[in-house]
């Protein structure tokens, strides 16, 4: 019986667990791409110090080898002019220096090859984080979704389409109060004579009509020509 109870609290410890992750789980989420998105700057770091590494490599190892050019040029010019211990000596550095080259051109190796594989993990990475991020945008829209459908019981949420329905009646009685207006207009006293008057072309017009702005056009035209 007691293993029994044992079986028991852990299933229901496991079971809460489940529960809450997945009440939290947009939370773990973010928190999670926080931390894969530091570790993937950490990666760009270690990129970028392998390759200025390898580049002051290379600046050590064109001196070196200009250096080495340049005294076995004059150890020839000594050996020319007789002085053969001054040639020894010069021989000597030659050699270090051509050591001290071979060493730079191995080290330049090794930081080539970890070059590649950062570049390679860096990439990877890259993409991965931002499939990640885009979709925890996704997910943060379908979770926000999944609340607001779960925000109320049904008896006590609106429907879109009772939005809808009382948004058709706020237009309709929008219109309605518009219509009313022009109605109120027309019927102002002298309203409707001014306006026949008007049609008739007696006295001034208050708003341009398209015989006008036909005429001006041709006038313009005739200018032009002209």
Request: glycine fraction near 6%.
């Amino acid at each position: 019986m007691f293993k029994l109870f044992k079986i028991l609290a852990r299933g229901a410890a496991a079971q809460a667990e489940e529960e809450l992750f997945d009440r939290h789980a947009l939370l773990v989420l973010d928190q999670q791409i926080r931390e894969t998105r530091a570790s993937l700057e950490r990666s760009k770091l270690a990129l970028a110090t392998a390759i200025a590494g390898d580049r002051a490599e290379a600046r050590r190892l064109a001196e070196v080898t200009a250096r080495g050019s340049d005294l076995e040029d004059r150890a020839v010019a000594a050996l020319s002019g007789g002085r053969e211990d001054l040639a020894t000596e010069a021989a000597d550095a030659i050699a270090e220096l051509e050591s001290e080259a071979e060493s730079i051109r191995a080290a330049r190796l090794r930081f080539g090859t970890e070059i590649g594989r950062l570049r390679h993990v860096v990439a990877d990475a890259t993409r991965r984080q931002a499939e990640l991020e885009r979709g925890r945008r996704i997910a943060a829209a379908a979770e926000a979704v999944r609340r607001l459908g779960a925000a109320a019981p049904t008896s006590d949420r609106a429907t879109l389409r009772e939005a809808e329905a009382t948004l058709e009646r706020l237009r309709r009685n929008q219109s309605e109060a518009a219509d009313l207006e022009e109605a109120r207009t027309e019927i102002e006293p002298g309203q409707d004579i001014k306006d026949r008057l008007e049609r008739e072309g007696f006295g001034a017009k208050s708003r341009p009509n398209a015989a006008d702005i036909l005429a001006r056009l041709k006038s313009k035209v005739a200018t032009a020509t002209a």
